[in-house]
């Protein structure tokens, strides 16, 4: 702690430095000749003076000391400051990296949250365009079932009239069998194969007649067809075989 430069000043006054020179002057002056009271008196001055110079060296020092001590202390001052300083550049050096590192983190996590944005509306394409081929499926396949229907019943339509044509022709060759006309009742019986080749009516016919223009050959190929294509005329077409004198 830096000293008060008047603490000697106060010490001198408390201590009374020059009442004591004083008084030990006038007790000199009072026992001694004139000239040794002279001299007493001369040494109280050499005294006084003697003292202030004392009092004078000592705020001297007093005020060095207090000088070093303010030195010392603005020279702490001044390290304390330059380690602020230099705490506060590492800290600004830290709050960079910080601020660098928040960056790149935020930028990572937007590229992130991009990414994820983005698989998500692949993921909506995906599905959607999934939901569309399945209906996609799905209406091919009741179109195909539609067309198959309809192709089933057109031909239907056509079998039902294709069979229909082979009746007419079967029953006009029945109708010029009985007539007698048997080229003509061939002719019907041989187009009615045409719109259906697997008909037994029409072969049993046509194996009658090839009896009765005595072409065995024809007549046994035809038998043997219409009791391959229908065994429920099977007896009948047998009896009529027999009744012809078919070989078979």
């Given at each position: 702690m830096p000293l008060d430069p008047n603490f000697f000043n106060m010490a001198y006054s408390k201590g009374d430095w020059q009442r004591m020179v004083g008084n030990a002057a006038q007790r000199l002056q009072g026992t001694m000749p004139g000239d040794l009271s002279d001299?007493?008196?001369a040494v109280f001055m050499s005294g006084q003076q003697g003292a202030q110079a004392s009092r004078d060296g000592a705020a001297s020092m007093v005020r060095a000391q207090n000088s070093a001590a303010d030195r010392m202390v603005a020279a702490e001052r001044g390290g304390a400051d330059e380690i602020s300083d230099e705490v506060a550049?590492?800290?600004g050096v830290e709050m960079a990296n910080l601020g660098v590192n928040i960056v790149q983190t935020a930028t990572?996590?937007?590229?992130m949250y991009k990414i994820h944005a983005k698989m998500g509306e692949m993921h909506s394409d995906v599905v959607g365009h999934l939901t569309r081929l399945e209906q996609l499926a799905i209406d091919t396949r009741l179109q195909a079932e539609q067309q198959t229907a309809a192709t089933q019943a057109i031909l239907k339509v056509l079998t039902e009239s294709r069979r229909n044509e082979a009746n007419q022709l079967v029953s006009q060759g029945e109708r010029n069998e009985r007539a007698g006309f048997i080229d003509e009742a061939l002719d019907r019986f041989s187009k009615a194969l045409e719109f259906d080749n697997?008909?037994?009516v029409a072969w049993h016919h046509i194996a009658l007649?090839?009896?009765?223009?005595?072409?065995e050959a024809k007549a046994e190929d035809a038998f043997q067809r219409a009791v391959t294509f229908a065994q429920s005329?099977?007896?009948e077409i047998k009896d009529s075989a027999v009744r012809s004198h078919a070989p078979f």
């Open positions: 001299t007493a008196a550049d590492l800290r990572l996590a937007y590229g697997t008909d037994p007649l090839q009896v009765r223009k005595g072409d005329y099977a007896s």
